[in-house]
């Protein structure tokens, strides 16, 4: 099981596909681990080399002391890559890791060929939704949130007719370290990269779910107008649009790459 010990955190990360071909890092989104991507393994390693992690407190990644800053994350990734002595990938994030490719588009453009901004925003909720989010994961641990945040993050047609993937995912979200989750709800707490996405110059593509409760198709077109050349995808899902609308969420990420 491949770790890598940067500065002041042990990263966890998995590759999968062909040495010889080019890199593409999937970023976890908030609360979960590296096996929310387990559905686009199979299609996307047949052309790239796929660099999964784990995020900074979560799934077997170090928990470090909190809080955590959109900024750190984004370093993380960097130095991820210096670790394993990848010069230039591609970057495909969702939600929280959707706002980690907006700060390395923003801060360490040369490192990336073209970055996927999926089911995020600039900006997320506000400190007082954030803040009461953190108290009841510290007054009654990831049980106290995870049946709503589910309930947010996929569809109720989707729940009821795919209950083993919806069940997979509720067990992740349990299973994820308190601290951990607490720290990067800090981080997106206390995000506002409005003012950065004009200096983007990184070709993006943004994804968006229609029914996306909590990164709205208005966030993503907020994104798109603001990132130079950016293009836009919606698809008829919540906030999970890769496990969703697994075959439609590969076929356009693969497109935009590829192109």
């Known amino acids: 099981m491949p770790f890598a010990n940067l500065a002041d955190v042990r990263i966890h990360y998995e ?16 609360g979960t681990n590296l096996t929310m991507w387990n559905a686009q393994i199979e299609a ?11 995020t900074r407190g979560l799934g077997q990644s170090g928990v470090t002391p909190g809080p955590y800053t959109i900024g750190q994350l984004g370093w993380d990734v960097v130095r991820l890559l210096d670790a394993l002595q990848l010069k230039r990938v591609h970057f495909c994030g969702l939600s929280m890791g959707g706002m980690t490719a907006m700060f390395l588009g923003a801060n360490a453009p040369n490192r990336f060929n073209k970055l996927v901004l999926c089911n995020t925003a600039a900006k997320i909720g506000t400190a007082e939704t954030w ?118 969420f590969n076929r356009q990420v693969l497109q935009f790459l590829l192109a």
Not at 44 to 54: A, E, G, P, T, V
Not at 155 to 161: A, C, K, L, N
Not at 198 to 220: N, R
Not at 223 to 237: D, F, H, N, Q, R
Request: net charge negative; hydrophobic share 40%.
């Open 15 to 30: 590759f999968a596909g062909a040495e010889h071909l080019p890199v593409l890092v999937l970023s976890n989104c908030l």
């Open 44 to 54: 996307f390693s047949q052309r790239f080399r796929i660099l999964r992690y784990d």
């Open 131 to 248: 803040n009461a989010r953190i108290q009841a994961v510290q007054n009654g641990g990831m049980k106290a949130i995870a049946a709503s945040v589910i309930e947010r993050w996929l569809t109720p047609d989707f729940r009821s007719s795919h209950p083993l993937e919806s069940q997979a995912v509720l067990a992740m979200l349990q299973s994820a370290n308190p601290q951990g989750y607490m720290a990067n709800c800090a981080a997106v707490r206390d995000m506002d990269q409005r003012n950065a996405l004009s200096t983007i110059c990184v070709p993006c593509l943004v994804v968006a779910g229609t029914h996306d409760p909590a990164a709205t198709p208005a966030e993503g077109q907020f994104l798109t107008k603001s990132i130079s050349g950016a293009g836009y995808v919606e698809l008829p899902t919540s906030h999970l649009s890769n496990i969703e609308a697994r075959e439609e």
